[in-house]
Each structure stands twice: as structure tokens, then as C-alpha cells.
């Protein structure tokens, strides 16, 4: 752990010399041009020191550096070569002499540098590794990156110069922009396969600069910039996007075609102020049918398309003017390390199918206005409890809303749905609920303090688990349906799943009709008259329920008000196509 100064004058003869595993600082001066200096492994930083009259030197970095800056110093250094080979080797700043005009580096194997600084006019960079010069811009001296000799990738950040000259290999390089280019400067990637173009500023891709970029793939737009990736399309083939919405700052990205629509990853977008744009070319036109599928994953994906742990995603506000269809992906592997994810439709009025595959909680809700038929929101594959919320949706075609395998909250609109559980303890809602509770892995959730009165007939699947079906009381023709409903034994508290329903009593009595009502409830002339019948079989009682069948359909009734003889819309009715089990009073919860 000790510094360490070694002068090569001191060893006639020698022809390298290496700092070995060291966690200290090893300095080695009054080097000739033919002798190297190698750091060898280790935490430790390395001096390789020439003499006054040296003009080039070589350093080595080898077998898995893991830190430690390294600095080559002489009087007349005016080239400087850096071998990285053996294990992939991270070192910490790589400082080269005040005099260094070029410097080329060979990558055998993967390189990562902290901020490097001296490097000269001309850096070279070859070999099948990876070379990353981290977050820290380039120094203007810079004039000239070439990896054209790669075919490993490439992360550099440019300067601010605007004349600055940059290329590529063979690998997926990721370049980040540092000024808005002009004649004579030029960022080449090459000819890698997913190429990524960093923007940092709104100017840097214009009309005027866009001739200047060229050979990428991706385009990467961070916190506080507008772009129009369509101004690329000259000489990029741009085929995926990235946002970067790591603050409370808009980001934007604009004159999007089909493809790249359809290959988008979003990362660091936890704060709900920081919204996102994505403009679709011709979005607004009437009759395209415009798509977004978005993987949300983290800064360490290689490509848009890479599906790494999901961050926590709130997209409440973002914006995606004339889309109809949207896809969200995030990690669905690992509920313990996977973000929650949060999208309102606020300023996504036009989308009529919603997928969401996660593993963390996630909520989607269904803002006033949505304009588009047909609403599917579809959250099936997700391993992640799921609140699906679609009460203010009000357009006369009804909504599809299906959970995942969690236990999942599902309420729906004002019209008529297909509300879906699928398994885990969900709780299911035809209309508006005022605090409703997710289930767990021990207990059914619940459907909170007050149920909205039905305004239309919805159907409900819960699917596998013990499902609460929270249903407005209301008229016979807004009468849902559930089609797997599993009331369990004849015991109180044995019941699986729930009926959850307004009224004026706190408690409720299960009845069984007598053959002879159940009689007179079938031979009824309509299923009106039906009803009416079942309600006055009640007699003068209130909040009595029981189950009654009709032609060759099962209801559940319940009668909320006492001494009437007919149905009202303060009393509740359930078609039940599905019913298996006894129904007993812990079947029904009244609020």
C-alpha cells in the first residue's frame, strides 16, 4: 500500500519494469524509449517517467487492473503507446505529458479510464476490446479520435470543439456529442451494427449539423433535449432510441419512423416531472395505426433493445400524440430488484391497447378524455402486482382490462368491459372504488370504503385465487356477469371468493328460496318478472341474499331495502355462469 519510487538509470540493462499487484503508487523515472512500463493488476496508480530526450514511450496495463491512475510524464514526449491486455482492466485518470501530440492505444482486451487528459491532437485506438474513456469529455486538444482499427466498442465523450474529427470501428460504439459541428469536423461510428449517438443539447442535431454525423444506429436523448431524429436519416440508419430522463426535465424525440417506434428504451425516468415526448411521423393522419414498444432498462443495456433490470419508470406524463398502440416492458424475473412503473394516458388520448410485462408494482390509469374504441389494456404477462384503473373512461365501446399473476386491483369504466383477474387475490371493480386494497399472498384484498352504482353490465373473470368482485347496485339492464365465481363450502368462512357491494344494512342474511318460490321465480313470463318474484320471496326483510336460477342461468340477488315486492336500482342482481360452491354470508361484504 505504500508509494513506491524506482529509477530505471539504477538498472543498466533492464527493458521493462513492472508494478505488480500493487495498491500503492509505483513511479518509474528516467526511462529510455526502448524500455515499458507495466501495471501488472491491482488497485494502484503507476508514474511512467522517460528521460528529457525521450520522444515516445510504451506503457502497459495487463492481467486486470481494477484502479489507479496512470501518468506518463518526459520533457519531450511527443507519442505515447498503451498496450491493455490480459484480463479486462479498469484503471482511474490517464494523464499523458504536456508535450504528447498522438497516442495510440492498443486494446487486446477491454480497457475503462477514468477522465483522460494530454493525450494529444491524435488518439488511435485499435484491437478487438472495449475501450471506454468514461464520462468526462475529451480535451479540446483533441482534433482527432480514430478507432477505424477496432472491433471492439468505442464510449467516448467529445469535446466542445466543433471541428473535431471522430470514427468508429467495427464494434457498437457509443459517442457523446460535444458541440453543435461545422465544416470540417465529423463524427464517423463506422460499422458497427448498433452504433450509439449521445445528445446532451438541443443544437447539437440540426438541419446544419446533421451532415456531419454519420454510420449510426441509435440515438440516445438525454435530460433537457429536443430532437428530431428524421434529420439523421441522410447518412444514419437509425433504428433504435434511447431516453435518458434522469431529472426533472422534459426530453423529447421527435420525427419518429415505424421502426424506431417500435424499438425504444427508457431509463432513468423516476421523476413524474420529467416528461417524456416521443413524436410519431404522421401520427395525427387519419387511418395509420402507429406503435411504441418501450423496454424500460438501465444504463447499462448495450443497445435500445437490451432488457436489463427495469429502473422505476413513472411515465405519467408522457406524451404520444396519435399513437394508438403501446407496449411497456420491463424486467419480469426479479420482483426484488425490478422499479415500479406508473403511465397515465393524460396526454396519450388516442391509444386503444396498453401491454405492460413487469415484475415490480405498476399502475396504469385511464385519464378523462381518452378518445380511443375499444380500450384493451393488457397486463397478463406481468409477474408484478398491477392497479388498473380505467373509471374515467367513458366511450361507448367498453374496455378490456386483464391483471397478471399478482394480485392485482382492476377497476373499471362507466361502460360495459371484460375485466380479467387472471390468478393472484385480485380485487375486481365495475365502477369507481374509494380505497380499494391489493391482496396478498395470505389475504383477499379489499374493495375500501364505497362501490359506485353500476352505470352498465360488465363481465368478470377472476382467474385462480381468492378474487373480490366489488359490483354497483343498479337497474336490470346494467346487470354484470361472473363467470367464475367460487363460493366455496356452506360454512361461514370457508367462502373463496367475495361479493362486495353498497348498502344501506351493515350485515347480511342468506337465504334458500323453497322449491315453491323457486317455482314461481321460473315460471315467470320474463326475466323482469323473474327478478321481481325472487325480491318478493324475501318478504319484508332487508339485506337478504340468495342465488335463484332462471331458464338454464344462475343469479345472485340481493335485496337492500325492506318491505318491497319488485326490484329497484338500490338492490343488486349478478348473472353467475360459473358458479361453483354454497353461498353463505363471509361470501358477500356489504359497505
Do not use: C, W
Amino acid at each position: 500500500g505504500q508509494d513506491t519510487t524506482v529509477n530505471a538509470v539504477n538498472y543498466v540493462g533492464a527493458t521493462s519494469f513492472s508494478s505488480d499487484s500493487s495498491t500503492g503508487t509505483v513511479n518509474f523515472t528516467g526511462m529510455t524509449a526502448a524500455q515499458t512500463a507495466t501495471k501488472n493488476a491491482g488497485s494502484g496508480g503507476m508514474g511512467a517517467g522517460f528521460g528529457t530526450t525521450v520522444t515516445s514511450g510504451t506503457v502497459n496495463i495487463n492481467g486486470g487492473s481494477t484502479a489507479g491512475a496512470v501518468a506518463i510524464t518526459g520533457d519531450a514526449m511527443l507519442s505515447a503507446t498503451i498496450n491493455s491486455t490480459g484480463a479486462a482492466n479498469t484503471i482511474g485518470t490517464l494523464t499523458g505529458a504536456a508535450t504528447t501530440t498522438s497516442t495510440t492505444i492498443n486494446a487486446t482486451t477491454n480497457l475503462t479510464t477514468g477522465a483522460a487528459t494530454n493525450l494529444g491532437a491524435t488518439v488511435t485506438v485499435n484491437g478487438a476490446g472495449n475501450v471506454s474513456f468514461g464520462t468526462t469529455a475529451l480535451q479540446a486538444g483533441v482534433t482527432t479520435l480514430n478507432a477505424s482499427g477496432m472491433t471492439g466498442n468505442l464510449t467516448a465523450v467529445l469535446s466542445n470543439l466543433t471541428t473535431v474529427k471522430a470514427t468508429g470501428g467495427a464494434g457498437n460504439d457509443v459517442i457523446t456529442l460535444g458541440a453543435a459541428l461545422v465544416t470540417g469536423g465529423m463524427v464517423d461510428a463506422g460499422a458497427g451494427s448498433a452504433d450509439r449517438l449521445v445528445v446532451t443539447t438541443d443544437s447539437f442535431i440540426t438541419t446544419a449539423t446533421a451532415p456531419f454525423i454519420r454510420g449510426f444506429e441509435v440515438v440516445q436523448a438525454n435530460t433537457g433535449v429536443t430532437v428530431d431524429v428524421s434529420q439523421l436519416a441522410a447518412f444514419n440508419t437509425i433504428t433504435g432510441i434511447r431516453i435518458n430522463d434522469s431529472a426533472s426535465s422534459t426530453v423529447a424525440v421527435n420525427g419518429l419512423n415505424a421502426v424506431q417506434a417500435a424499438n425504444v428504451a427508457i431509463i432513468a425516468a423516476a421523476d413524474a416531472t420529467g416528461a417524456i415526448t416521443l413524436g410519431l411521423t404522421g401520427a395525427t393522419t387519419g387511418g395509420q395505426i402507429d406503435t411504441v414498444n418501450a423496454t424500460l432498462t438501465t444504463t447499462t443495456a448495450a443497445t435500445a433493445s437490451a432488457a436489463a433490470v427495469a429502473q422505476v419508470s413513472n411515465l405519467t406524463g408522457m406524451t404520444l400524440t396519435g399513437v394508438e398502440k403501446l407496449t411497456l416492458t420491463g424486467n419480469n424475473t426479479s420482483p426484488t430488484t425490478t422499479g415500479a412503473v406508473t403511465f397515465e394516458t393524460t396526454n396519450a388520448t388516442s391509444l386503444d391497447s396498453i401491454t405492460l410485462t413487469n415484475a415490480g408494482t405498476n399502475s396504469i390509469v385511464i385519464a378523462a378524455g381518452q378518445t380511443a374504441t375499444n380500450l384493451n389494456v393488457d397486463a397478463s404477462a406481468s409477474i408484478g402486482s398491477t392497479t388498473i384503473d380505467a373509471a374515467l373512461y367513458n366511450v361507448s365501446t367498453g374496455a378490456s382490462l386483464r391483471g397478471g399473476s399478482n394480485h392485482d386491483i382492476i377497476i373499471g369504466s362507466a361502460r360495459g368491459d371484460n375485466i380479467i383477474g387472471n390468478a393472484g387475490n385480485d380485487v375486481l371493480g365495475g365502477t369507481a372504488l374509494t380505497g380499494a386494497t391489493v391482496g396478498t399472498d395470505t389475504a383477499v384484498g379489499t374493495a375500501g370504503t364505497a362501490v359506485a352504482a353500476s352505470t352498465n353490465a360488465d363481465t368478470f373473470t377472476g382467474g385462480a385465487g381468492l378474487d373480490v368482485f366489488a359490483i354497483g347496485v343498479g337497474a336490470i339492464t346494467t346487470m354484470s356477469t361472473i363467470t367464475d365465481l367460487n363460493l366455496g363450502g356452506a360454512t361461514s368462512g370457508t367462502g373463496v371468493d367475495r361479493i362486495v357491494t353498497d348498502s344501506t344494512a351493515a350485515t347480511v342474511t342468506v337465504v334458500t328460496f323453497t322449491a315453491a318460490q323457486q317455482a314461481t321465480i321460473s315460471a315467470a313470463s320474463t326475466f323482469a318478472a323473474a327478478l321481481d318474484a325472487a325480491i318478493a320471496a324475501f318478504g319484508a326483510n332487508a339485506a337478504q341474499a340468495a342465488t335463484f336460477t332462471y331458464g338454464t342461468d344462475t343469479y345472485f340477488v340481493l335485496n337492500d331495502i325492506a318491505a318491497t315486492t319488485t326490484f329497484t336500482a338500490t338492490d343488486l342482481v349478478v348473472k353467475i355462469t360459473g358458479v361453483v360452491g354454497t353461498l353463505d354470508a363471509s361470501d358477500i361484504t356489504l359497505l
